[in-house]
């Protein structure tokens, strides 16, 4: 599992760019201690790759 948390973004636009855009599915966190962070758990290196190409994307439009 991989967890990360933003604070230029919510997490939550980025989990519902990652449903809409790609299918992955991640846990979004909305209280505290993890309050704005997300889960990722990625079983295959395809998963991983194609994550990584949406959460890049992702923070491109956002100008991060």
Known sequence: SLFGGWTFQPAEELY??????SGILLKLFKDA???NCIRLTVGLPQENAEFLRTLNFFL?????
């Open 16 to 21: 519902q760019y990652s449903l809409e855009k």
């Open 33 to 35: 201690p993890l309050e």
């Open 60 to 64: 491109k439009l956002k100008g991060a």
